[in-house]
């Protein structure tokens, strides 16, 4: 099973809104109606963005918001903020010999 | 307040053996699932597998199948990752995260804090 693909990196201005995309196939993305989003700072575990595919949990702000279309999720951030620069990753079930499948991950930089 | 803390810090050499642990509070332990996820320097986060501390039922990614082992201690509320041969490769940083499944769907959340092993001779 390959990771799902989301590019390297995105960056934006203070105040833009960017979206980042993962890419999977009809076995995972495709099949199942909900990926998962994670934010990672360095050196910090990782946190849970948004679930079932555009649900956030408490304390997450509104700027966050997913979808998906296809084979491809994606996460969009907008009123982008200094904090927000952080590794993304993506995650989808796969069914039950994968079960779940990270994305590539996707640095994001506020310019 | 659901909280997952995780084992201290290990270096250990090639060929060595290791069990690395991740206690919970906060909720029912034996109502949800556990994974661990690999991150190795530098790199992307890989999930390795997880397990049903109710039953024990344990799922491995196809990739770390017959390389590590699952298990939990519900007198514990603690869940555990080993390897009976470490490898070089083995160096990462591991976290745990409780897995909360819905119809399609599963999301992990919160994450422990993480786990560094650095294997090297």
């Known amino acids: 099973q390959s990771a799902l693909t989301q590019p390297a990196s995105v960056s934006g201005s203070p105040g833009q809104s960017i979206t980042i995309s993962c890419t999977g196939t009809s076995s995972d993305v495709g099949s199942y109606n909900f990926v998962s989003w994670y934010q990672q700072h360095p050196g910090k575990a990782p946190r849970l963005m948004i679930y079932?595919?555009?649900k956030r949990p408490s304390g997450v702000s509104n700027r966050f918001s997913g979808s998906k279309s296809g084979n491809t999720a994606s996460l969009t951030i907008s009123g982008l903020q200094a904090e927000d620069e952080a590794d993304y990753y993506c995650?989808?079930?796969?069914?039950?010999?994968?079960?779940?499948?990270f994305g590539t991950g996707t640095k994001v930089t506020v310019l | 307040e659901v909280q997952l803390v995780q084992s201290g810090a290990e270096v250990k050499k090639p060929g060595e053996s290791l069990k690395i642990s991740c206690q919970v509070s906060g909720y029912r332990f034996t109502s949800y699932w556990i994974g661990w996820v690999r991150q190795m320097p530098g790199k992307g986060l890989e999930w390795m597998g997880i397990i049903y501390p109710g039953d024990s039922d344990t799922r491995y990614s196809p990739s770390f199948q017959g390389q590590v082992t699952i298990s939990a201690d519900k007198s514990i509320s603690t869940a555990y990752l080993q390897w009976s041969s470490l490898k070089a490769s083995d160096t990462a940083m591991y976290y745990c995260?409780?897995?909360?499944?819905?119809?399609?769907?599963?999301?992990?959340?919160?994450w422990g804090q993480g786990t560094l092993v650095t294997v090297s001779s």
């Open positions: 995650c989808s079930f796969a069914g039950s010999s994968t079960y779940y499948v």
């Open positions: 995260a409780r897995l909360k499944v819905g119809d399609d769907s599963g999301w992990f959340d919160p």
């Open positions: 079932e595919g555009s």
